[in-house]
C-alpha cells in the first residue's frame, strides 16, 4: 500500500514558478514509477509527467516540455514536479500517481495507475 499527499501548490502570475511535492509513505515507493496528472475545471484528467522508479525514464505531456521538470528523491519518498513559465492553461488540480511503470502511468494498454493522492491546486493569474 501506498500513500500520497500533495503540496506546493497555489496561485502564481503567469510567467513565474511553483515546485510541487508528493510524499509518499510505504516502504515500496523505490519500486513504484511516479507521475504528475492533471484536470482542470471541466476537463478530464490528463497526463502531465512519469518518471520511472530509478528515474532512467522521464516522460512529458507535449504541452510542459521544456517547462516543467519531474524527479525524485528516493531517500526522501517524495518526488517533485518543478513548473517553470506557467501559463493560466496550467491552471487545474495536480495529482501525484503511482504506478508499476511509466506505462502504466502513460495509460498504454488501457492501464491506469494504483494509486493516487488527494491532489492540489495550482492557479495561474494571466
Known amino acids: 500500500q501506498v500513500q500520497l499527499v500533495e503540496s506546493g501548490g497555489g496561485l502564481v502570475q503567469a510567467g513565474g514558478s511553483l515546485r510541487l511535492s508528493c510524499a509518499a509513505s510505504?516502504?515500496?515507493?523505490?519500486?513504484?514509477?511516479m507521475g504528475w496528472f492533471r484536470q482542470a475545471p471541466g476537463k478530464e484528467r490528463e497526463f502531465v509527467a512519469a518518471?520511472?522508479?530509478?528515474?532512467?525514464?522521464?516522460y512529458y505531456e507535449d504541452s510542459v516540455k521544456g517547462r516543467f521538470t519531474i524527479s525524485r528523491d528516493s531517500a526522501k519518498n517524495t518526488v517533485y514536479l518543478q513548473m517553470n513559465s506557467l501559463k493560466p492553461e496550467d491552471t487545474a488540480v495536480y495529482y501525484c500517481?503511482?504506478?508499476?511503470?511509466?506505462?502504466?502511468?502513460?495509460?498504454?494498454?488501457?492501464?491506469?495507475?494504483?494509486?493516487w493522492g488527494q491532489g492540489t491546486r495550482v492557479t495561474v493569474s494571466s
Open positions: 518518471i520511472s522508479w530509478n528515474g532512467g525514464s522521464i
Open positions: 510505504g516502504r515500496t515507493f523505490s519500486s513504484y514509477a
Open positions: 500517481a503511482a504506478g508499476l511503470s511509466t506505462l502504466t502511468l502513460r495509460g498504454v494498454g488501457g492501464q491506469k495507475p494504483d494509486y
